[in-house]
């Protein structure tokens, strides 16, 4: 009998984290993380900054990584992401998935091809719920901005109740969707309650050309929590 695995696609954003959190809580035994590496940072699946960098949360997590490569041209990216799937015996999908259907119907069209089970319990998550979440339990910051009403001054920004604030704000005057499920911005998660160890930023570029940005690391490393 084939072992089938439970994996989280895992890109090291708050939705990812949150949703292995989740999966966890309902009793899922997660032994395994997919990370894809796009070479398209304007990728239609899949996160582009600092993924590289989720070896860290793996190993703060105990959790076997693997990386799969892809190019990150639309539709054909999701070849590779089936591909790991079945090389990795994945018998369970958990995404974090929120509101796209975009992401979502792709991921549902591989998953029942392949007769694997898709867990996605972010699903229509009310976004101050989660926000609520993310600001009092983890350390999550904003990496990649691009949208109207996200400046500068988001790079690097933890979400917790000042920022939740300012992107109800920018929600109210420019509609984007607090929860970047539009591509309005990425994240990284530095510390989770999962997490043995927490992330510590060494050093840091910021990347800006007047309306988009990121933040992205260059070294970072695990430290013990208090």
């Given at each position: 009998m084939v072992f089938m695995r439970s994996a989280v696609l895992y890109s090291g954003g708050k939705d990812s984290t949150l949703a292995l959190h989740r999966a966890v809580e309902a009793g899922a035994t997660i032994d395994l993380l997919i990370t894809m590496l796009s070479r398209n940072r304007e990728s239609y699946m899949f996160h582009y900054p600092n993924t590289r960098f989720t070896k860290l949360q793996a190993e703060a997590l105990g959790i076997e990584q693997v990386f799969v490569d892809t190019e990150g041209r639309k539709?054909?990216?999701?070849?590779?992401?089936?591909?790991?799937?079945?090389?990795?015996?994945?018998?369970?999908?958990?995404?974090?998935?929120?509101?796209?259907?975009?992401?979502?119907?792709?991921?549902?069209?591989?998953?029942?091809?392949?007769?694997?089970?898709?867990?996605?319990?972010?699903?229509?998550?009310?976004?101050?719920?989660?926000?609520?979440?993310?600001?009092?339990?983890?350390?999550?910051?904003?990496?990649?901005?691009?949208?109207?009403?996200?400046?500068?001054?988001?790079?690097?920004?933890?979400?917790?109740?000042?920022?939740?604030?300012?992107?109800?704000?920018?929600?109210?005057?420019?509609?984007?969707?607090?929860?970047?499920?539009?591509?309005?911005?990425?994240?990284?998660?530095?510390?989770?309650?999962?997490?043995?160890?927490?992330?510590?930023?060494?050093?840091?570029?910021?990347e800006w050309n007047g309306s988009t940005g990121a933040y992205v690391f260059e070294e970072a490393r695990l430290v013990s929590k208090p």
């Open positions: 539709e054909e990216e999701l070849k590779d992401l089936e591909k790991a799937l079945v090389d990795n015996d994945v018998g369970l999908l958990v995404t974090g998935a929120t509101y796209s259907a975009y992401q979502g119907d792709r991921i549902n069209g591989i998953t029942r091809r392949l007769g694997i089970e898709h867990m996605a319990p972010l699903w229509h998550i009310d976004p101050m719920e989660e926000l609520g979440i993310l600001a009092r339990d983890y350390n999550a910051i904003i990496t990649a901005v691009a949208a109207e009403g996200l400046g500068e001054s988001f790079l690097g920004a933890r979400i917790d109740d000042e920022t939740v604030s300012l992107l109800v704000e920018a929600n109210r005057k420019y509609g984007i969707n607090m929860l970047f499920e539009g591509g309005e911005a990425e994240s990284f998660v530095l510390d989770a309650p999962l997490f043995k160890k927490r992330i510590e930023i060494l050093k840091v570029r910021k």
